[in-house]
């Protein structure tokens, strides 16, 4: 929730408020489509996620590791409801910072014809860059950012990328620290 709060005062420094696309005229009609795209959004990134645990690639071994030791034991105390409200703060904290604020502040100060895709492709690079627990999932992650940032293109609402970012988490930490353990 503080990088939520951080992109909101560094909007307002900066004079670009990352929810723009969710309180222009009309948006608020648009959210329950909106909605539904972020939904169905999460579930590609599901599927990526178990065809990655099931890959046995060397430069993922890495990864698979430091999730094993470190990401499965820092949640594994914390209650399905704990899971859920962990999952939607990431996503909408991420989402205004990375997508509301970077990609859209971004692609709106550089105008152009292609500022739209540097905005794009440098919000996701970032993106990636803060998740690198490996090179692995650095380089992952940077993809989830450009997806998250394409969704995002696509529906000019920033709620679709908060969506399908949260319930990619919430059902990501069930897997690994839950429904993976049984």
């Given at each position: 929730?503080?990088?939520?709060?951080?992109?909101?005062?560094?909007?307002?420094?900066?004079?670009?408020?990352?929810?723009?696309?969710?309180?222009?005229?009309?948006?608020?009609?648009?959210?329950?489509?909106?909605?539904?795209?972020?939904?169905?959004?999460?579930?590609?990134?599901?599927?990526?996620?178990?065809?990655?645990?099931?890959?046995?690639?060397?430069?993922?071994?890495?990864?698979?590791?430091?999730?094993?030791?470190?990401?499965?034991?820092?949640?594994?105390?914390?209650?399905?409801i704990e899971l859920a409200l962990l999952s939607a703060a990431a996503g909408l904290g991420e989402e205004l910072l990375f997508r509301g604020l970077l990609q859209d502040g971004l692609a709106a100060w550089l105008?152009?014809?292609?500022?739209?895709?540097?905005?794009?492709?440098?919000?996701?690079?970032?993106?990636?860059?803060?998740?690198?627990?490996?090179?692995?999932?650095?380089?992952?992650?940077?993809?989830?950012?450009?997806?998250?940032?394409?969704?995002?293109?696509?529906?000019?609402?920033?709620?679709?990328?908060?969506?399908?970012?949260?319930?990619?988490?919430?059902?990501?930490?069930?897997?690994?620290?839950?429904?993976?353990?049984?």
């Open positions: 929730m503080a990088l939520g709060v951080a992109a909101l005062f560094l909007g307002w420094l900066v004079g670009h408020s990352p929810i723009r696309t969710m309180t222009t005229a009309g948006s608020w009609d648009a959210w329950p489509t909106v909605a539904g795209w972020g939904l169905a959004a999460a579930c590609p990134m599901l599927v990526a996620l178990l065809v990655i645990e099931r890959l046995r690639w060397a430069p993922l071994a890495e990864l698979h590791e430091v999730v094993e030791r470190h990401i499965v034991p820092m949640f594994a105390p914390l209650t399905v105008g152009g014809r292609y500022g739209v895709w540097v905005a794009l492709a440098a919000a996701s690079f970032v993106f990636g860059v803060c998740h690198a627990l490996t090179s692995a999932y650095a380089v992952v992650a940077t993809a989830i950012g450009a997806y998250l940032g394409l969704l995002f293109l696509h529906t000019d609402h920033l709620l679709a990328p908060i969506i399908a970012h949260a319930v990619y988490d919430f059902v990501a930490l069930l897997y690994l620290v839950r429904w993976k353990r049984n």
